[in-house]
């Protein structure tokens, strides 16, 4: 029966495009994917429909915003999907932590990882990184570029997580491996051609560089932590050790060790920097809304703690960012069989894409879509597709780990620095972003800082 059904399987129509096409295209600078990818993908979906085939001649596409089949990849049948290719190029950075990493042996990591993200252990970090935040809005007043302050943020935060301590004399190094990295793979994954990742070209070998500069800080870091076995368990590299001793007989491979922490590292501080950046930009020109923050956090504040399980509105503005800039713009999984979807077939190795920056913005599922209104994810006003059509950190059983963790950091930097602060936007600066294997501001984007009274 399923035999019979795929061969009866229609391909989905979609753009006719030849490798010359996409050469040609390429030759010209980034191809539209990156450019915009909103218009990209809502372009093919207006002319097209909800599930498009493309084949560029080095590989074929499925392109889709089709909810069931999206519940289908990601909720209901993950097991039926391999990560997509662009992941192959990520691990030449990552390794095989657990954004990369599959089947049982991903099950295993999971499992190492999640106890650091419990809801008690979340709670007791809420302090430092009210600390981080606090030290951050010290010295601002008059105009501050709200990426690099956001970056700087959201990696202080990751680095106190992950090693129990700021890394201050490392952030500089730190962060440029993340950026070169981010760019390196994300221009190999939009190459139909390339050269081996092993052949000594210039771009190669700066990569290695930079990768070898992050691995020396992140083996030392580990090797420290081997020789002073008393710190175990205070933090997640603590933890992630003693479950490695536990699991392999009093041994750390710690080549693992790394490609988790790194894994974490980055999405840790990369993508949650880029979203509190622009949840800045956005509240900047809302200073009515600024203040319902304010109040909100004053009414679930007792003790001196604020309760931000009582603040749906600051969830609301996080959430509407993620919404409109959603750092995970796209993502992607491979099909392991041939399938058949509303009489469409689906071949076996095929890339399954969802534009999540379109899916996030598609009038059939949002009112406004491209206005910023918090209020769609507030209690009754919340609109149907918050459960269905949103998914910043991904869905199902491979949901971001540490979505948790990014949402209650950004709610404590907003509420921090509009404790200090109003902000307001400068004339004639609109946010640049870069779409690479996750977005972010290609250049400083300014806000005013007028300190409270």
Known sequence: MADTAIAAGKIPPGPKIT???????????????????????SGLHEKYGDLVYSDFGVGSFYITDNLALIRKIFVSEPRNYAKADAYLEAAHFLGNGILNSE????QAQRAMVQ???????????????????????????????VSGLAMHIALENICRFLFGSDFAANEKTIRAAVEFGNNFISRRIQMPFKLPIYFPSLSNLRFFWHR??????????????????Q????????????????????????????????????????TTGFTLAMALWLLAADAGLQQRLRDE????????????????????????TLRLYPAAWIIGRRLKADEVFEGYLLKKGAQLQTGIIALHRNPRYWSEPDRFKPERFLGENAEPSVKQAFMPF??????????VFAMLEMQTAIYTLLQKYRLSRVAGYEPKIEYLFTARLKEALPVVFEPIA
């Open 231 to 270: 710190r175990e368990n205070r933090d997640l590299l603590g933890m992630l050790l003693a479950a490695e001793k536990e699991s392999q007989g009093g041994k750390v491979r710690k080549e693992q060790v790394r490609d988790e922490i790194i894994t974490l590292l980055i999405a840790g501080h990369e």
């Open 394 to 403: 991904g869905a199902g059983p491979r949901k971001c780990i540490g979505s």
């Open 19 to 41: 490798p010359l096409d996409l050469a040609a295209e390429l030759l010209k600078g980034d191809p539209q994917i990156v450019r915009d990818p909103y218009a990209y993908f």
């Open 212 to 229: 070898f500069e992050l691995d020396q800080i992140l083996y030392r870091i580990i090797d420290e932590r081997l020789a002073s076995p």
């Open 297 to 320: 956090a004053d009414a679930a504040t007792a003790g001196g703690q604020v309760d931000f399980e009582k603040c749906p509105l600051s969830e609301a503005v996080v959430n509407e």
């Open 115 to 145: 106890p650091a993200f419990t809801k008690s252990r979340l709670n007791a970090f809420m302090a430092t990184m009210l600390e981080t935040g606090r030290h951050a809005a010290q010295h601002l007043q008059g105009q501050a570029d």
């Open 103 to 106: 089947g049982d042996f991903w």
